[in-house]
Protein backbone atom coordinates (compact mmCIF):
# COMPACT_ATOMS: atom_id res chain seq x y z
CA UNK A 1 0.00 0.00 0.00
CA UNK A 2 1.68 3.44 -0.69
CA UNK A 3 1.98 6.09 1.47
CA UNK A 4 0.57 9.19 1.86
CA UNK A 5 2.09 11.67 1.29
CA UNK A 6 3.05 14.25 4.18
CA UNK A 7 2.23 17.72 3.57
CA UNK A 8 5.02 20.24 4.83
CA UNK A 9 4.11 23.31 4.74
CA UNK A 10 6.97 26.43 6.28
CA UNK A 11 6.41 27.86 9.36
CA UNK A 12 3.84 30.70 9.90
CA UNK A 13 5.90 34.27 10.20
CA UNK A 14 5.35 36.01 13.66
CA UNK A 15 4.70 38.91 11.20
CA UNK A 16 1.69 36.88 9.20
CA UNK A 17 0.05 36.46 12.50
CA UNK A 18 0.50 39.63 13.86
CA UNK A 19 -1.00 41.47 10.59
CA UNK A 20 -3.96 38.57 10.75
CA UNK A 21 -4.64 39.24 14.17
CA UNK A 22 -4.54 42.56 14.35
CA UNK A 23 -6.96 42.80 11.05
CA UNK A 24 -9.64 40.81 12.92
CA UNK A 25 -8.98 43.05 15.85
CA UNK A 26 -9.33 46.61 13.93
CA UNK A 27 -12.10 45.04 11.90
CA UNK A 28 -14.28 43.82 14.92
CA UNK A 29 -14.95 40.56 13.42
CA UNK A 30 -15.09 38.08 16.21
CA UNK A 31 -15.73 35.29 13.73
CA UNK A 32 -12.54 35.60 12.21
CA UNK A 33 -10.18 35.79 15.11
CA UNK A 34 -11.97 32.47 16.48
CA UNK A 35 -11.34 31.61 13.31
CA UNK A 36 -7.60 32.41 13.52
CA UNK A 37 -7.23 29.93 16.84
CA UNK A 38 -9.57 26.79 16.15
CA UNK A 39 -7.67 23.61 15.51
CA UNK A 40 -7.28 23.75 11.85
CA UNK A 41 -5.83 27.00 11.40
CA UNK A 42 -3.99 28.06 9.02
CA UNK A 43 -1.90 30.03 11.70
CA UNK A 44 -0.77 26.41 12.94
CA UNK A 45 2.54 25.31 11.95
CA UNK A 46 0.90 21.85 12.43
CA UNK A 47 -2.08 21.97 10.54
CA UNK A 48 -2.45 21.69 6.59
CA UNK A 49 -4.71 24.34 5.93
CA UNK A 50 -1.56 27.34 4.66
CA UNK A 51 -2.61 30.84 5.24
CA UNK A 52 -0.65 31.67 2.11
CA UNK A 53 -3.28 30.18 -0.63
CA UNK A 54 -5.87 32.17 -2.07
CA UNK A 55 -8.82 30.22 0.52
CA UNK A 56 -7.63 33.09 2.89
CA UNK A 57 -6.72 36.13 1.66
CA UNK A 58 -9.50 37.43 3.30
CA UNK A 59 -7.83 36.64 6.47
CA UNK A 60 -4.55 38.31 5.44
CA UNK A 61 -5.40 40.93 2.71
CA UNK A 62 -4.18 44.48 3.27
CA UNK A 63 -6.48 47.14 5.24
CA UNK A 64 -6.22 50.66 5.86
CA UNK A 65 -3.64 51.85 8.12
CA UNK A 66 -5.69 53.86 10.17
CA UNK A 67 -5.65 54.34 14.11
CA UNK A 68 -7.75 51.85 15.26
CA UNK A 69 -5.37 48.83 13.27
CA UNK A 70 -2.47 50.08 14.43
CA UNK A 71 -3.35 50.17 18.06
CA UNK A 72 -4.33 46.65 17.42
CA UNK A 73 -1.32 45.84 15.74
CA UNK A 74 0.89 47.71 18.63
CA UNK A 75 -1.49 45.38 20.86
CA UNK A 76 -0.78 41.92 19.30
CA UNK A 77 2.88 42.98 18.67
CA UNK A 78 3.01 42.95 23.15
CA UNK A 79 5.77 40.34 23.85
CA UNK A 80 3.49 38.80 25.92
CA UNK A 81 0.56 38.48 24.04
CA UNK A 82 2.59 37.49 21.44
CA UNK A 83 3.86 34.36 23.98
CA UNK A 84 0.46 33.83 24.67
CA UNK A 85 -0.43 34.08 21.10
CA UNK A 86 2.36 30.92 19.98
CA UNK A 87 1.62 29.04 23.05
CA UNK A 88 -2.37 28.72 22.34
CA UNK A 89 -1.40 28.32 18.17
CA UNK A 90 0.84 25.08 19.48
CA UNK A 91 -1.95 23.70 22.61
CA UNK A 92 -4.04 20.79 21.80
CA UNK A 93 -7.47 21.42 22.68
CA UNK A 94 -9.41 24.84 22.41
CA UNK A 95 -7.71 27.72 22.82
CA UNK A 96 -7.51 30.08 25.66
CA UNK A 97 -8.39 33.59 23.85
CA UNK A 98 -6.26 36.46 24.73
CA UNK A 99 -8.61 38.48 27.14
CA UNK A 100 -7.03 41.93 25.96
CA UNK A 101 -7.23 41.47 22.27
CA UNK A 102 -10.74 40.30 22.19
CA UNK A 103 -11.67 43.65 24.88
CA UNK A 104 -10.37 45.61 22.28
CA UNK A 105 -11.84 43.71 19.69
CA UNK A 106 -15.55 44.31 21.28
CA UNK A 107 -14.59 47.78 21.42
CA UNK A 108 -13.99 48.23 17.90
CA UNK A 109 -17.30 46.19 16.82
CA UNK A 110 -18.92 49.24 18.95
CA UNK A 111 -17.42 51.79 17.35
CA UNK A 112 -17.91 50.40 14.33
CA UNK A 113 -21.51 49.54 14.56
CA UNK A 114 -20.86 46.12 14.99
CA UNK A 115 -23.20 45.48 17.49
CA UNK A 116 -24.10 41.55 17.36
CA UNK A 117 -20.07 40.93 17.11
CA UNK A 118 -19.54 42.69 20.28
CA UNK A 119 -22.42 40.87 21.89
CA UNK A 120 -20.38 37.86 20.93
CA UNK A 121 -17.07 39.30 21.77
CA UNK A 122 -18.10 40.48 25.48
CA UNK A 123 -20.03 37.21 25.99
CA UNK A 124 -16.88 35.14 25.94
CA UNK A 125 -15.44 37.93 28.50
CA UNK A 126 -18.38 37.43 30.60
CA UNK A 127 -18.83 41.03 30.89
CA UNK A 128 -21.68 41.25 28.32
CA UNK A 129 -24.55 42.44 30.74
CA UNK A 130 -22.47 44.14 32.57
CA UNK A 131 -21.19 46.21 29.38
CA UNK A 132 -25.25 46.60 28.24
CA UNK A 133 -26.29 48.15 31.74
CA UNK A 134 -23.24 50.89 31.51
CA UNK A 135 -23.89 51.81 27.96
CA UNK A 136 -27.59 52.22 29.06
CA UNK A 137 -26.39 54.14 32.00
CA UNK A 138 -24.73 56.74 29.80
CA UNK A 139 -27.37 57.03 27.57
CA UNK A 140 -29.76 57.39 29.87
CA UNK A 141 -27.47 60.66 31.08
CA UNK A 142 -27.10 61.66 27.24
CA UNK A 143 -30.82 61.63 27.30
CA UNK A 144 -31.41 64.07 30.66
CA UNK A 145 -28.36 66.48 28.78
CA UNK A 146 -30.62 66.52 25.58
CA UNK A 147 -27.95 64.64 23.85
CA UNK A 148 -29.93 62.59 21.40
CA UNK A 149 -27.30 61.13 19.13
CA UNK A 150 -25.92 59.70 21.76
CA UNK A 151 -28.58 58.40 23.77
CA UNK A 152 -30.21 56.56 20.79
CA UNK A 153 -26.15 55.49 20.03
CA UNK A 154 -26.38 53.96 23.84
CA UNK A 155 -29.93 52.47 23.33
CA UNK A 156 -29.23 51.03 20.12
CA UNK A 157 -25.81 49.18 21.60
CA UNK A 158 -27.22 48.01 24.64
CA UNK A 159 -30.13 46.01 22.45
CA UNK A 160 -27.20 45.18 19.87
CA UNK A 161 -25.69 43.14 23.42
CA UNK A 162 -28.80 41.32 23.90
CA UNK A 163 -28.28 37.84 23.99
CA UNK A 164 -30.84 34.69 22.92
CA UNK A 165 -29.85 31.95 25.63
CA UNK A 166 -32.62 30.04 24.22
CA UNK A 167 -31.21 30.13 20.56
CA UNK A 168 -29.78 26.78 19.16
CA UNK A 169 -27.53 25.05 19.14
CA UNK A 170 -25.97 27.74 21.20
CA UNK A 171 -26.92 31.03 22.30
CA UNK A 172 -26.49 33.66 20.05
CA UNK A 173 -26.97 37.49 19.95
CA UNK A 174 -30.89 38.62 18.69
CA UNK A 175 -31.06 39.05 15.21
CA UNK A 176 -32.83 42.82 14.61
CA UNK A 177 -36.02 41.08 12.77
CA UNK A 178 -38.52 43.77 11.98
CA UNK A 179 -40.16 41.75 8.90
CA UNK A 180 -41.37 39.78 11.51
CA UNK A 181 -42.32 42.05 14.31
CA UNK A 182 -43.71 44.34 11.54
CA UNK A 183 -46.33 41.77 10.41
CA UNK A 184 -47.15 41.14 13.92
CA UNK A 185 -48.37 45.00 14.11
CA UNK A 186 -50.63 44.06 11.34
CA UNK A 187 -51.97 40.99 11.59
CA UNK A 188 -55.24 41.48 12.57
CA UNK A 189 -57.32 43.92 10.28
CA UNK A 190 -59.14 47.08 11.85
CA UNK A 191 -62.53 46.71 12.56
CA UNK A 192 -62.58 50.53 11.86
CA UNK A 193 -60.48 52.59 10.02
CA UNK A 194 -59.82 54.79 13.25
CA UNK A 195 -58.48 51.24 14.57
CA UNK A 196 -55.45 51.33 12.76
CA UNK A 197 -52.06 51.99 14.19
CA UNK A 198 -50.87 54.64 11.96
CA UNK A 199 -54.05 56.72 13.04
CA UNK A 200 -53.50 55.68 16.55
CA UNK A 201 -52.86 59.20 19.13
CA UNK A 202 -49.74 60.63 19.11
CA UNK A 203 -48.82 58.75 22.67
CA UNK A 204 -49.96 55.21 21.52
CA UNK A 205 -48.28 55.86 18.64
CA UNK A 206 -44.82 56.72 20.29
CA UNK A 207 -45.15 54.30 22.77
CA UNK A 208 -45.87 51.62 19.97
CA UNK A 209 -42.84 52.84 17.52
CA UNK A 210 -40.47 52.72 20.58
CA UNK A 211 -41.28 49.38 21.84
CA UNK A 212 -41.13 48.02 18.16
CA UNK A 213 -37.89 49.76 16.81
CA UNK A 214 -35.92 49.15 19.49
CA UNK A 215 -37.01 45.22 19.78
CA UNK A 216 -36.79 45.05 23.41
CA UNK A 217 -39.35 46.00 25.76
CA UNK A 218 -37.69 46.26 28.94
CA UNK A 219 -35.12 48.79 26.89
CA UNK A 220 -38.25 50.89 25.90
CA UNK A 221 -39.89 50.84 29.23
CA UNK A 222 -37.16 52.87 30.63
CA UNK A 223 -38.58 55.61 28.76
CA UNK A 224 -41.71 56.04 29.59
CA UNK A 225 -41.08 58.10 32.79
CA UNK A 226 -39.44 60.59 30.14
CA UNK A 227 -42.06 63.65 28.68
CA UNK A 228 -43.04 63.12 25.04
CA UNK A 229 -41.29 65.46 23.93
CA UNK A 230 -38.10 63.33 24.86
CA UNK A 231 -39.76 60.58 23.12
CA UNK A 232 -40.26 62.36 20.26
CA UNK A 233 -37.04 63.70 19.77
CA UNK A 234 -35.76 59.95 21.09
CA UNK A 235 -37.44 58.26 18.55
CA UNK A 236 -37.23 60.43 15.35
CA UNK A 237 -33.22 60.30 16.03
CA UNK A 238 -33.67 56.49 16.82
CA UNK A 239 -35.16 56.26 12.92
CA UNK A 240 -32.78 58.26 11.69
CA UNK A 241 -29.98 55.87 12.92
CA UNK A 242 -31.58 53.05 12.12
CA UNK A 243 -32.57 53.93 8.45
CA UNK A 244 -29.74 56.28 6.65
CA UNK A 245 -32.05 56.25 3.74
CA UNK A 246 -35.06 57.20 5.36
CA UNK A 247 -35.37 60.37 3.04
CA UNK A 248 -35.60 58.31 0.12
CA UNK A 249 -38.78 56.69 1.90
CA UNK A 250 -40.10 59.96 2.95
CA UNK A 251 -40.11 60.77 -1.03
CA UNK A 252 -41.97 57.37 -2.32
CA UNK A 253 -44.74 58.32 0.95
CA UNK A 254 -45.32 61.41 -0.70
CA UNK A 255 -46.07 59.73 -3.91
CA UNK A 256 -48.11 57.36 -2.57
CA UNK A 257 -50.01 59.80 -1.09
CA UNK A 258 -50.62 61.77 -4.14
CA UNK A 259 -52.23 58.60 -6.13
CA UNK A 260 -54.21 57.67 -2.87
CA UNK A 261 -55.63 61.23 -2.83
CA UNK A 262 -56.30 61.00 -6.76
CA UNK A 263 -58.16 57.83 -5.73
CA UNK A 264 -59.42 57.86 -2.36
CA UNK A 265 -63.21 58.53 -2.77
CA UNK A 266 -62.78 54.91 -4.57
CA UNK A 267 -61.16 53.55 -1.79
CA UNK A 268 -62.82 55.38 1.18
CA UNK A 269 -66.25 53.59 -0.68
CA UNK A 270 -64.03 50.11 -0.70
CA UNK A 271 -63.46 50.19 2.77
CA UNK A 272 -67.34 49.92 3.90
CA UNK A 273 -68.31 47.49 1.49
CA UNK A 274 -65.32 45.09 0.88
CA UNK A 275 -67.38 42.19 0.03
CA UNK A 276 -70.32 43.45 -2.14
CA UNK A 277 -68.65 43.98 -5.60
CA UNK A 278 -70.78 42.97 -8.42
CA UNK A 279 -68.37 41.97 -11.52
CA UNK A 280 -69.55 45.09 -13.43
CA UNK A 281 -67.48 47.01 -10.46
CA UNK A 282 -64.79 45.03 -9.88
CA UNK A 283 -64.26 45.56 -14.29
CA UNK A 284 -64.80 48.98 -13.97
CA UNK A 285 -61.83 49.77 -11.05
CA UNK A 286 -59.56 47.48 -13.40
CA UNK A 287 -60.43 49.66 -16.48
CA UNK A 288 -59.91 53.18 -13.76
CA UNK A 289 -56.33 54.94 -14.92
CA UNK A 290 -54.86 54.86 -11.57
CA UNK A 291 -55.06 51.38 -10.64
CA UNK A 292 -54.82 51.22 -6.36
CA UNK A 293 -52.49 48.15 -6.50
CA UNK A 294 -49.46 50.52 -7.75
CA UNK A 295 -49.76 51.84 -4.21
CA UNK A 296 -47.65 49.66 -2.46
CA UNK A 297 -45.04 49.32 -5.47
CA UNK A 298 -44.32 53.33 -5.49
CA UNK A 299 -43.82 53.04 -1.38
CA UNK A 300 -41.56 49.79 -1.35
CA UNK A 301 -39.66 51.69 -4.88
CA UNK A 302 -40.43 48.20 -6.74
CA UNK A 303 -43.64 46.04 -7.45
CA UNK A 304 -43.65 42.71 -6.13
CA UNK A 305 -44.99 39.38 -8.41
CA UNK A 306 -48.31 38.49 -6.62
CA UNK A 307 -47.53 40.50 -3.79
CA UNK A 308 -49.72 40.51 -1.01
CA UNK A 309 -50.11 42.80 1.58
CA UNK A 310 -48.02 40.90 4.20
CA UNK A 311 -45.46 40.65 1.54
CA UNK A 312 -44.64 44.40 1.29
CA UNK A 313 -45.34 44.99 4.71
CA UNK A 314 -42.06 42.32 5.40
CA UNK A 315 -40.10 44.23 2.16
CA UNK A 316 -40.54 47.47 3.55
CA UNK A 317 -39.87 46.24 7.45
CA UNK A 318 -36.51 45.42 5.54
CA UNK A 319 -35.42 48.33 3.86
CA UNK A 320 -37.31 50.73 6.48
CA UNK A 321 -38.00 49.10 9.51
CA UNK A 322 -40.19 52.23 10.62
CA UNK A 323 -42.27 52.19 7.70
CA UNK A 324 -44.56 49.76 8.55
CA UNK A 325 -45.21 52.46 11.23
CA UNK A 326 -47.38 54.78 9.06
CA UNK A 327 -49.47 52.29 6.78
CA UNK A 328 -52.45 50.46 6.90
CA UNK A 329 -54.33 47.21 5.23
CA UNK A 330 -56.89 48.32 2.73
CA UNK A 331 -59.01 46.53 0.80
CA UNK A 332 -59.81 47.33 -3.00
CA UNK A 333 -61.67 44.71 -3.93
CA UNK A 334 -62.96 41.56 -2.23
CA UNK A 335 -59.90 39.96 -3.71
CA UNK A 336 -57.18 42.42 -3.53
CA UNK A 337 -55.70 44.28 -0.63
CA UNK A 338 -53.37 46.14 -0.40
CA UNK A 339 -50.46 48.08 1.97
CA UNK A 340 -51.50 51.85 1.68
CA UNK A 341 -50.19 55.16 3.61
CA UNK A 342 -52.22 56.96 6.35
CA UNK A 343 -51.50 59.25 8.98
CA UNK A 344 -53.16 61.66 11.61
CA UNK A 345 -52.13 65.37 9.93
CA UNK A 346 -51.72 66.94 13.48
CA UNK A 347 -49.21 63.97 14.63
CA UNK A 348 -45.86 65.39 15.63
CA UNK A 349 -43.88 62.48 15.33
CA UNK A 350 -45.47 62.56 11.39
CA UNK A 351 -44.57 65.91 11.12
CA UNK A 352 -40.94 65.42 12.61
CA UNK A 353 -40.17 62.54 10.20
CA UNK A 354 -41.62 64.62 7.33
CA UNK A 355 -44.23 62.44 6.11
CA UNK A 356 -46.93 64.94 5.90
CA UNK A 357 -47.04 66.12 2.47
CA UNK A 358 -47.60 69.84 3.50
CA UNK A 359 -44.29 69.42 5.88
Known amino acids: MARTKEIIKP ?3 QETIDHCLAKAVAEGDIVNFRFLFVSYSPLRDNSTE ?35 VQAQLKK ?76 FPEPMP ?22 ALALQPPEIHINVALGYLLLNPELAARLESRSQEERLAFLVELVHQIDPAWSEFV ?39 EDPAEIPQILLGRALDDGAWW ?4 ELAYAHPAAPLFVVRQFVTKDLEIVMPRYVQESPLVKALGLALDA
Open 50 to 84: DIQTEKYAYLREDVEKDARFEAALAAVGAPATQQQ
Open 174 to 195: GPPNYQSKAQILHAQYPSRPED
Open 92 to 167: NGPAQLPADLVTLLADNAVALGKFKAAAQAYELLRIRARMQKAYLEQADEALSAGDMKKAVRGYRVAVGLDYDYAA
Open 251 to 289: SRYHDACRLVEKIGARLQQQSNKVTTDTLAEEIEAQQQE
Open 311 to 314: QYIK
Open 11 to 13: PVS
